[in-house]
């Protein structure tokens, strides 16, 4: 890999004789030391070709441990893939052997070089990219998922994290003792299985594996508790931590990652800057009853937070276009099929925009989101979660807008006892989206519903500059938002209003003390927008662990 360095000063050869003395040997590596380093400074180009290694070879960075050795002196070492994915570690003096010391004792590195065998950080090929090597003998690590045996055949299904493929041991194709061995695997046995790739248009990905050859690399302990049957589903959230490598959840978990990522390249990509808001706060944004309370330290309550809004409100003040995103706590007593503890939460914030412009990047926000998702997982929804994606394919901009009043005229219509005044919950949310082939965006709420940092409408001072975005086929609000009140004697006013604790929101007030300015924004749960777009009836799949009142574990 590399040129050959110039030779080493004389001094190395001396250390080879001097083998008996590990003082010595030290003496004489510390002069090479300083040799080398005159070396390097007249010739820098060849500064790459050498290299200091001071400490163990240790399994636990992939290098083979040789006793207690440590190279005192400067190696030329090369590092190259040997063809079995192995790294090929070469130390060598020029002309001479370096000295190692090993359990104390000083010896010779053994000549000629030899390959130090370091296994992988992962498997040279996945079942997600086996198309682009159909006809090739490829190594897939994994888990079996299933298996089947027809006469001299065993069809193995093995899944490894990216997808599931069938694996075909024919009879002729192995030894006799792997055949055995194939036909008496327990599911999860953890397996590594080499053959060639072959098209098949039977399965589900287009491909199948016909086995060459298979090692196990350790089988369960006990029969695996989750077979191929049904199981209800509070038998699913207690082993949770072995529910997760299903197929179905596994693609949900891909969707919810693929979300994460849309997420953030939105915001990234339009000038947003991310602002990490505290998970400990001393006030609440919309009083404490929903809230965990918990000691701290000296000071009294903390809580942990329920929205990053308001620091984001202080960013926006700094950055311009600012979002947070992270985990949020709500402790209401819920268990509805809506509701999480804890979930997270994407929450931007616009200075100088109002609740026109809100509304403008909430649709284009979320048609971008769910665009990327069918982008990468239409396939996915439609075979494995059987998601309908005609009906996410028509979540374009622009969506419909409707004002509070004429939501209540609507339902009212639908013969639902609603008064203007009342919340709107979610069967009110689903009968009101249910007329939409799209989210439907709700705007100018009652003022006296809101918390107390909403604007009230210039035009009417009985409703608030807020909007929630409505999802269709009953999945109700996916995102809340509008416009905050940059009036500073408005907002005092409020704050007394809902009784809150004004010394807390102190720092709060400072924003609108010091170059207030018009500003705007929303935020959206991760999960409940999960659950949506993976047509998921309930919240608790769409976060690995799910919290809710009734479960904190595993």
Known sequence: MFATANPIPSSAAAMQH??????????????????????????????????????????????????????????????????GGAFLVTAAWTGTQPLVLADGHPSAFPSPPRALPCAPMFPPVHVADIASHDGQEVTLHGWLHHRASKGKLHFLQLRDGTGVIQCVVFKGNVTPEVFFEADHLPQETSIVVRGLVKKDDRSAIGYELDVRDLTVVARPSQEYPLGHKEHGVAFLMEQRHLWLRSQRQTVVLRVRATVVKAIRDFFDERGFTLVDAPIFTPAACEGTSNL?????????????????????????????????????????????????????????????MDLEGDMELMEQFVSSVVGKVLEKHERELVTVLERDVAKLKNVKPPFPRITYTEAVEVLQKAGHPMKWGDDIGGDEETVLASAYDRPVMVHRYPAEMKAFYFKKDPADAKVALGCDVLAPEGYGEIIGGGQREDDLATLEAAIAHHGLPKEAFEWYLDLRRYGTVPHAGFGMGVERCVAWVCGLHHVRETIPFARMMERITP
């Open 292 to 352: 965990f309370e918990v000691p701290y330290f000296d000071l009294g309550k903390a809580y942990l937070t329920q929205s990053g809004q308001l620091y984001m409100e202080a960013g926006a003040m700094a950055l311009g276009k600012v979002y947070c995103f992270g985990p949020t706590f709500r402790a209401e007593k819920s268990k509805t099929r809506r509701h999480l503890t804890e979930f997270w939460m994407v929450e931007p914030e616009v200075a100088f």
């Open 18 to 83: 001097s083998a008996t003395s590990p003082s010595l040997a030290l003496l004489e590596a510390r002069q090479a030391r300083d040799g080398l380093a005159t070396l390097l400074r007249a010739e820098r180009e060849a500064a790459a070709e050498f290299l200091l290694a001071l400490s163990d070879f240790d399994r636990g960075r992939g290098w083979e441990r040789l006793g207690h050795a440590s190279l005192f002196a400067f190696l030329h070492v090369e590092l190259g893939l040997s063809k």
